[in-house]
């Protein structure tokens, strides 16, 4: 019997969660970016690719991530739109944390429209670091492949020391 009373309890845990418009703007974000990076991580576990097409890969989803990041409010508001459209039909109100006068576990952002503040709270943040991960992880690779082809006859001619 208390196993039930356990699988219930979790079980309205979960709805409740699931039932939160943070959850779902976060699950719609996530799956537009994972939805680009895809490519890169099944070409990346290729066991034939070279540094070079993989530097190439990475490169093209970075600018696409750049891109998202100079349009945000364009591409933010299709992803809002989208999470509306999942939480009317959960009977969800897009709605925002409350704020209180010190905040010590998340920012306050001064704004009382939940698509700007899941912009600036989650959104900007999200690219930014996804980029800032692809920067730290992949350039000590890309410097290796620059040292690389210029040993090469026909690019050390072209290459300025």
Excluded: W
């Amino acid at each position: 019997m208390s196993d039930n009373k356990d699988d219930a309890t979790a079980a309205r845990s979960f709805h409740k969660k699931l039932c939160d418009f943070e959850f779902l703007i976060t699950l719609v974000t996530v799956s537009k970016i994972m939805a680009i990076t895809h490519q890169i991580s099944v070409s990346l576990q290729k066991p034939d690719i070279d540094l070079s097409s993989a530097i190439g890969h990475i490169e093209l989803v970075q600018s696409v991530i750049t891109d998202i990041r100079s349009n945000v409010e364009i591409e933010f508001k299709h992803l809002y739109l989208s999470a509306q459209a999942i939480s009317s039909k959960l009977h969800v109100e897009p709605s925002i944390p409350r704020i209180v006068g010190i905040q010590r576990y998340r920012h306050n952002y001064s704004t009382n429209s939940p698509d700007v503040y899941y912009r600036i709270s989650l959104f900007i943040p999200y690219l930014d670091e996804l980029n800032s991960s692809f920067v730290n992880r992949f350039s000590k690779h890309k410097k290796t492949l620059v040292s690389l082809q210029n040993i090469i006859p026909i690019n050390a001619i072209k290459s300025k020391y």
